[in-house]
């Protein structure tokens, strides 16, 4: 039966938003997010909808409100209660492996609409990803959530809403899967170098328009993890 079409709700965009924000970096871990009357004034909304999108986030442990300070990206991944995707994919015992494989046919697809689609902001974005991922590199400090921002940033140059809203659904499972890839595996193995180099084959080949190129360089870069996965049985 057909129902009346309804707008979108005010408080999801301006959760949207602000998640997004999140995803791609632009609020970074510790970062503090302005007012919520500074928000309400630049989004042009009430101070109500922004706190209701703000709680959305708190819920979904991505900031935290510090009592007479503000409100801060949170600095930990958020807690497995709060990742629904996560908690059920635990429950059936899923493996590295199974999320590698399912990485590489949605993650090759995003590099290839990419090098299509990208606009000169993307490019910039995805580079900045590639500079912070270097500077942590020389500090002897490796994030994980910037190597997963790089690959979200990849995903929204798609400019494929499907596959943005799958990626984003992807977010917390993809920390999750990386960071024990990297801790108890990669790390240990010295794998820095060849994965920062295949990380900038793919920015050129999506900086070069090269939709084919991209394509391979992602399954390159996925599959060189997924076969260590499987013979360390991770």
Do not use: W
């Given at each position: 039966?057909?129902k ?5 709700n ?5 959760y ?6 999140v995803?791609?970096?632009e609020?970074?871990?510790g ?43 949170s ?16 429950n059936?015992?899923?493996?590295i ?5 399912v990485?590489m ?27 912070q ?5 020389a ?7 910037t ?36 801790k ?11 994965i ?23 399954e ?15």
């Amino acid at each position: 039966m057909l129902k009346p079409v309804r707008h979108r709700n005010i408080t999801d965009q301006v959760y949207e938003q602000l998640r997004d924000m999140v995803y791609r970096g632009e609020l970074g871990p510790g970062q503090r997010l302005m007012s919520e009357r500074d928000m309400a004034l630049r989004f042009k909304v009430g101070r109500p909808t922004v706190r209701g999108a703000i709680q959305r986030l708190i819920t979904q442990g991505l900031v935290e409100s510090r009592r007479g300070v503000g409100t801060f990206v949170s600095d930990q991944d958020p807690s497995a209660e709060k990742r629904p995707l996560l908690q059920v994919l635990n429950n059936e015992g899923f493996s590295i492996v199974d999320f590698q494989e399912v990485r590489m046919a949605l993650e090759a697809k995003s590099a290839e609409l990419a090098a299509q689609r990208a606009t000169h902001e993307d490019l910039r974005i995805i580079r900045r990803c590639l500079e912070q991922i270097d500077r942590e590199r020389a500090a002897g400090h490796i994030e994980i959530r910037t190597d997963v921002m790089l690959h979200m940033n990849i995903a929204y140059a798609s400019k494929n809403i499907v596959q943005i809203h799958l990626m984003k659904n992807f977010y917390d499972v993809q920390l999750y899967a990386m960071s024990l890839s990297y801790k108890n595996l990669l790390a240990s193995l010295g794998m820095d170098d060849l994965i920062n180099d295949q990380h900038n084959r793919i920015f050129n080949a999506i900086r070069d328009r090269d939709p084919d190129l991209a394509r391979k360089s992602m399954e390159e870069h996925i599959g060189t993890v997924l076969e260590l996965c499987r013979e360390h049985g991770l």
